[in-house]
């Protein structure tokens, strides 16, 4: 029932914080506060009331104006989620020169480049199904590139 009126289970609002969406800082608020007590206490004392009722009213009204600028600072619950499907994952690989260089002789030698670019293909392969991915290349500027057909295809570094 909890997940149904609220969306997210009970485990993700326990580690929720609590923020304020008002811009107010918080001397604001204490002062508000104190000063909305002392102007409740004073209309009080002009009331021909017994103690105890007087401490009764007075903490009612003292409540309902908690309240009512608790609201104003509009509290909100800050709940951090991924959500598959809907969360990305941006991949970002250096095209620069350096990046150009083989690093190791040989028959099997490739470019940093594509070293890099197949470490992380392999990667972002875990994580195919649970996140969408953006592919950026990164050298003078940053630019969005095509995603790779296959780790070893020099396709993702083609500009769109």
């Not at 002392?38 to 104006?65: D, K």
Request: glycine share 4%; aromatic share 10%; no cysteine.
């Amino acid at each position: 029932m909890f997940e149904f009126l609220f969306k997210y289970p009970r485990v993700l609002w326990q580690d929720a914080s609590l923020v304020f969406a008002a811009e107010w800082p918080l001397w604001v608020m204490a002062a508000l506060v104190i000063a909305g007590a002392l102007l409740l206490l004073l209309s009080l004392l002009r009331q021909p009331l017994g103690a105890a009722r007087r401490a009764l009213v007075f903490t009612l009204q003292a409540m309902m104006l908690a309240v009512l600028l608790a609201m104003l600072w509009q509290p909100a619950l800050r709940i951090e989620t991924s959500e598959p499907g809907r969360s990305a994952i941006a991949w970002m690989l250096d095209t620069s020169g350096s990046m150009q260089r083989i690093d190791h002789e040989g028959a099997g030698s490739t470019t940093r480049q594509q070293a890099a670019l197949d470490a992380l293909y392999q990667r972002s392969r875990s994580l195919d199904g649970d996140f969408s991915h953006r592919w950026f290349a990164a050298a003078e500027q940053l630019e969005e590139i095509a995603p790779p057909a296959g780790a070893a295809s020099p396709e993702p570094l083609s500009r769109e």
